[in-house]
Structures are given as structure tokens and as C-alpha cells.
């Protein structure tokens, strides 16, 4: 234990997602040999994103305006929405440069341990979007875990009586694995989704 600002400060770190115990502590004691101007750069970012980032009114991920750059962007196809639980999975998509639909981020997903269930996400908002028939197809893009699936079911059920076509993202195995480490789920994912070599 340390004593006052030091102390608090490890604590404060602490409260962030995946920073434990130890790593709080190393990043205040490397705050504390940094340059003031560095953490004086680090703590003027941390209160402009508080004080300009919001999300997006149309499909909730970040923004720096009331629309994000991408429901903004006219090239991109409005009848296909993807479907992603965090702002951080429109990261990841983009990073592949093989979507060129719009995103709809629920916020998370449906998890009863929790205590979240659909009325805690943004599916009232994806109705919404849905209603006008734009949107031809629905991408299920929620994680591969049990909460992301109990999601992509529920959303599935709810929106199948609109007529869209609902997806979900294939799964199987990464590039570079090797079988004796897939578990059973994946494997047998990769087994249904396989596709024929001409």
C-alpha cells in the first residue's frame, strides 16, 4: 500500500477493464517518471474524448458528431446492417476491408448472469431501423460465446417475421491453428460451415 495520491491513483487504474493489481501499479509508477508534459498531453485526451466523443444517433458506435463517418458516407449499402455488440467490433470488421454495409451496436449482449437482458441493449433502435424496408439483410456479427449467441438467437426470432435474410458470420478455425487445440464447438462449426475445393 501506498500512501495518498499514489495510492489513488493505482486504485483509479485499477477500475479499468483488464488492468489488474500489478499493471495498475507499473502504469502509476511509469506516470510518475514520465515527463509532465506527457501526462499532461495523456490527461488532456482523457478529458477531451469525455467531452467530445458521443454515440452515434443512428447506429451507436463512437462519433465526434451526432452521425458516425460511416452511416454518414452515401457510398456505403444501407440494406445491409451488421449487427455488433461494442464500437470495437466495427474496428474489427473494418480492419478486413470486406463489409461495406451500415453497423447497428447494441451495447452488449443478452447476458441473465448479468442481470442484461434485451431491454438493457439497443434493439429497440435496430426495430426502428428495420421497420422502414430498407434493409434487405441482417448480419449477425455478436461474439462466438454463449451470451453472444443467446443475442444473435434472440435477434434472429424477432426479426425473421420481417422477411429479411438473417445471417450470422461463419466460425471454424483460425489460419495457423492446429486441430488437437480447436475445442468441440469450433471444430464442429468448421465441419457444417465447410465449403468444396475445385
Known amino acids: 500500500m501506498y500512501e495518498g495520491a499514489v ?4 486504485d483509479e487504474l485499477g477500475r479499468l477493464p483488464g488492468v489488474g493489481p500489478k499493471s495498475a501499479q507499473r502504469i502509476a509508477f511509469h506516470l510518475l517518471a514520465a515527463e509532465p508534459a ?9 478529458t477531451r474524448v469525455k467531452n467530445e466523443v458521443k454515440f452515434c444517433t443512428v447506429c451507436g ?5 451526432d452521425v ?23 474496428v474489427a470488421v473494418e480492419r478486413t476491408r470486406e463489409f461495406r454495409g451500415r453497423y447497428h451496436v447494441l451495447g ?26 430498407v434493409v434487405t439483410e441482417l448480419i449477425l456479427a455478436t461474439d462466438p460465446n454463449l451470451e453472444g449467441e443467446a443475442t444473435a438467437t434472440y435477434l434472429a426470432r424477432l426479426v425473421n417475421p420481417m422477411g429479411l435474410t438473417v445471417t450470422r458470420l461463419a466460425s471454424g478455425l483460425p489460419v495457423g491453428g492446429d486441430l488437437e487445440y480447436a475445442d468441440e464447438v469450433t471444430l464442429g462449426r468448421a465441419f457444417s460451415g465447410r465449403r468444396r475445393i475445385d
Not at 38 to 46: I, P, S
Not at 61 to 65: C, G, H, R
Open 68 to 90: 458516425c463517418r460511416i452511416c454518414s458516407d452515401v457510398r456505403r449499402d444501407p440494406s445491409v446492417i451488421c449487427v455488433v455488440e461494442e464500437p470495437k467490433d466495427v
Open 7 to 10: 495510492q489513488d491513483l493505482i
Open 61 to 65: 458506435n463512437v462519433a465526434e458528431s
Open 38 to 46: 506527457d501526462v499532461e498531453r495523456l490527461a488532456a485526451t482523457l
Open 108 to 133: 452488449g449482449a443478452i447476458s441473465p448472469i448479468d442481470g442484461v437482458g434485451p431491454d438493457d441493449l439497443r434493439v429497440r433502435e435496430l426495430m426502428t431501423r428495420l421497420a422502414d424496408g
